[in-house]
């Protein structure tokens, strides 16, 4: 039961398709389970984010904060039709990506990061909530800016995406770039990693998520190395 | 000629370096000069390739001596594209064995994380003929691409065989601190799955992502005297031979496009020089900014026929533990290419597997070691012979 003032507070939500699990083998050879987060996660996922909200380094602490504010105004129901997805490697998280479907023609996607470094993570992430987007939700086109150049490289440049500079995204109103179907299905091929189903015996080891016990990024928090 | 020998040795870790370029080198450089126990040198050999081009930064050579208060030593910039760093040895070799100077000073640093992937391409591919090859869009990776197809039907090199060059060298990387990258692919995930088009996509076919290295930041520092000078902190390891050798500008107008022949001239120079040959080598750093590169590098020095370089890596002749392990730093693959770092910081990895220094990526009682820096697309090479005992 929630009281009459929280109802009111509360967004109206929309009942989102679920994203169907997929897998990918990483240059390293492990095994990624890309599977959708749910609500009663988010508390465990704002503690695997809290540690990146020190590292300057790549824009970490920026993505690493609003990425914590946008999970816990999910979790708090004050973001109308958010949505979270994980990677996980033998159930420990490996990168987080979240976004929001604005209305049934439209997505904004929100953030990407990758915990785990120099696998694509980020990519193969950003790739799987794009899917989201356009093959399940069935998004035309999806909004999306970049706050670092390692994003904006991967994102904006990889995808081809079209610049859209009078629409205001809601990370702030920063350069607007489209990611619309025909692109996605341009890019998919080259960009876009993953089978279905997942083994059962893989998917249980993300069914609990475990926190990463290392951050390399935590090397490069202010006063540490350069 | 004045014997010349290593004494000291500085290197950071390749990746991304967020201060200034002449800053990241002043700190090798300190790091060198700790290392032989010199607190002043008669001169200063920098290798750099684009600091006007990347950093918009010239007179490098000066502001490093500007930076650690090295004056009045001499300074000089060398810039020789990839191989800046092999002949800024080379001339500081020059200088300590003419008796010019006594104790020298060779950094070598580029700052190339500056820019985007596509900007550093663009870059390196100024080195290129301008009229015969720039203007139609070569890059060096494309090049790399064609030499490695001709390469592949002539002798039966295959995807694989790359593979297990890159596989070998970030293997190796994973016991050097230094290295860029720290994680080891492996062949199903970069050439079986279902994934792999993904994981490694094409660059310039039949070249992929895990064939090239990575675009890094990074500076490596030497400090050359001679046993005439007197004693330092650390015993000194030898240049015994430097070969240095060019060829033609564009590669079409080679005989073979397949032959590296400045490679071979400037390995039997050396190898002249230093009276010895390829199977007194004991350990080797190739210059291998494509896997392919390692193949063809080790049979153009004499460690394999020509064409069999790829089955002594079938049989792990080229791994630490085997015969003649070949880039046990992880190479320019994993370890990371900043260019004109690049021939500075291979001598840095031979003097410390002579010295017996190297950790868990050592040699067993390695004594002789060679390195190969190549610039251009084989067009201008310098190779040095180095060795524990006089």
Request: aromatic fraction near 8%.
């Amino acid at each position: 039961m929630i009281d009459k003032l929280e109802a009111q507070l509360r967004p109206p939500a929309t009942e989102l398709p679920p994203y169907p699990p997929k897998f990918l083998m990483l240059a390293s050879g492990e095994k990624m389970v890309i599977r959708q987060a749910k609500r009663e996660e988010v508390p465990f996922l704002l503690e695997v984010i809290r540690p990146l909200i020190s590292v300057e380094r790549d824009f970490y602490d920026l993505v690493a904060a609003r990425m914590y504010a946008e999970l816990l105004g999910w979790y708090r129901y004050r973001v109308k039709d958010e949505y979270c997805i994980v990677g996980a490697i033998d159930g420990v998280v490996a990168g987080i990506v979240n976004g929001r479907s604005m209305n049934p023609d439209q997505g904004m996607s929100y953030h990407t990061i990758a915990i785990k470094r120099g696998l694509r993570v980020g990519g193969h992430l950003f790739a799987a909530k794009m899917e989201y987007h356009i093959e399940i939700i069935g998004h035309k086109e999806v909004f999306i800016v970049a706050e670092s150049p390692i994003g904006f490289r991967r994102w904006i440049l990889e995808f081809t995406l079209e610049p859209r500079p009078e629409v205001w995204h809601e990370l702030g109103g920063v350069p607007t770039y489209v990611l619309t179907e025909k692109l996605w299905y341009q890019h998919k091929a080259r960009l876009v990693a993953g089978r279905r189903p997942v083994p059962e015996d893989l998917l249980k080891t993300s069914k609990n998520l475990k926190l990463p016990s290392e951050y390399s990024q935590l090397q490069y928090q202010k006063g540490g190395k350069t | 000629m004045r014997k010349v020998a290593v004494y000291g040795c500085g290197m950071n870790q390749f990746g991304m370096y967020e201060g200034g370029l002449v800053q990241m080198m002043a700190e090798v450089s300190l790091a060198a000069m700790d290392d032989a126990g010199v607190d002043k040198v008669d001169a200063v050999f920098v290798g750099n390739m684009g600091g006007g081009i990347l950093n918009h930064q010239t007179g490098i050579a000066s502001a490093l001596v500007d930076c650690l208060s090295l004056y009045p030593a001499a300074a000089m910039l060398i810039e020789n594209g990839p191989a800046s760093g092999g002949a800024a040895v080379s001339a500081a070799f020059m200088a300590v064995a003419s008796g010019l100077y006594d104790t020298v000073l060779v950094t070598g640093g580029e700052k190339m994380r500056t820019v985007s992937p596509w900007e550093v391409t663009d870059f390196v591919a100024t080195l290129t003929h301008p009229e015969a090859e720039y203007i139609y869009g070569i890059t060096l990776p494309a090049l790399a691409g064609m030499f490695t197809r001709l390469y592949m039907e002539k002798y039966g090199v295959t995807a694989e065989h790359l593979a297990k060059v890159a596989i070998k060298n970030h293997l190796h990387a994973l016991h050097n601190p230094y290295a860029h990258v720290q994680l080891a692919p492996v062949m199903e995930a970069i050439l079986g799955s279902e994934d792999a088009l993904v994981v490694n996509p094409y660059v310039a076919d039949p070249l992929r992502f895990y064939d090239l290295c990575p675009v890094s930041d990074g500076a490596a520092a030497l400090i050359l005297s001679s046993p005439e000078v007197g004693n330092f902190k650390k015993p000194p390891v030898f240049i015994k031979g430097i070969g240095h050798a060019t060829d033609t500008h564009t590669v079409h107008e080679r005989k073979d496009p397949t032959d590296l022949t400045a490679v071979r001239l400037a390995a039997e120079k050396a190898y002249k020089m230093a009276d010895l040959g390829p199977k007194d080598v004991m350990v080797a750093e190739l210059h291998d900014p494509f896997t392919i590169l390692e193949i063809a590098e080790s049979e153009e020095v004499g460690f394999f026929p020509k064409g069999e370089g790829h089955l002594a890596l079938e049989r792990g002749d080229t791994s630490l533990g085997g015969s003649i392990p070949i880039n046990p730093s992880g190479g320019l693959k994993a370890k990371g290419h900043p260019v004109g770092a690049t021939g500075v910081a291979q001598i840095c990895e031979l003097v410390w597997q002579l010295r017996g220094e190297a950790g868990k990526r050592q040699v067993k009682d390695a004594k002789v070691g060679l390195a190969v820096n190549l610039g251009g697309f084989g067009n201008n090479v310098v190779v040095t012979i180095l060795a524990r005992e006089e």
